[in-house]
Each structure stands twice: as structure tokens, then as C-alpha cells.
Nanobody, 117 residues
């Protein structure tokens, strides 16, 4: 079963940037569609960016133009470059495999992103 480990979060000022990384264990990574989710306090987890196994990307309206998802199949890694960060981007960020548009693997521990001055 796929295990996911997220890293790269931290505290950043509004307008700043962070790059999140997610490494997947196990075989078959290059066949998975992958997604980045986030969950803010008191809110439901939401999908913010996804990338298919052949590299096609999609973004939530709230992050489009600011976030960029990419993958490195040789390293079993999916990245999320976050620019022009806003306080409302504050959340725990998680990655997951996607099957029929929904998360399909056990959740990792996530990585905290806090945008504050």
C-alpha cells in the first residue's frame, strides 16, 4: 500500500513562497494521478491541485495562477510550488493518490503552512 510523507511547510509572510514535497513509497507511482489537499481549522479538506500520471494539471479557483503542481516520477515525488501566499492559505497540506477524482490512499501526517505577518 502507498505511504505518503509530506514536507516543506512553515511560517511565511503574506506574499511569500513555499515549496511542498510529497514522497510516495511503494511501486507504481508513475501510474497514479496525484493531488494536493488542504484543511484549514474548522473547515473540510479540499483538493487544491492535481496532476495526472501523464502530467495534465488542474487547480482550484482559489489558488489558480499562484500554485503550481509538478511531479518527478524518478523520485516518486510530487511538488507544490506556492507563490503569493495569503493568510487564507493557512492550513495543513496533504498529498494523496487520486482514483476517480477522490483520495485513494491512507492520509499522511500532512505539513503545516501558516501565512502570517
Amino acid at each position: 500500500q502507498v505511504q505518503l510523507v509530506e514536507s516543506g511547510g512553515g511560517l511565511v509572510q503574506p506574499g511569500g513562497s513555499l515549496r511542498l514535497s510529497c514522497t510516495a513509497s511503494g511501486r507504481g507511482f508513475l501510474f497514479y494521478d496525484m493531488g494536493w489537499y488542504r484543511q484549514a481549522p474548522g473547515k473540510q479538506r479540499e483538493l487544491v491541485a492535481s496532476i495526472t500520471n501523464y502530467g495534465s494539471t488542474n487547480y482550484a479557483a482559489s489558488v489558480k495562477g499562484r500554485f503550481s503542481i509538478s511531479r518527478d516520477n524518478a523520485k516518486n515525488t510530487v511538488l507544490l510550488q506556492m507563490n503569493s501566499l495569503k493568510p487564507e492559505d493557512t492550513a495543513v497540506y496533504y498529498c494523496n493518490t487520486l482514483r476517480d477524482g477522490t483520495a485513494a490512499a491512507p492520509w499522511g501526517q500532512g505539513t503545516q503552512v501558516t501565512v502570517s505577518s
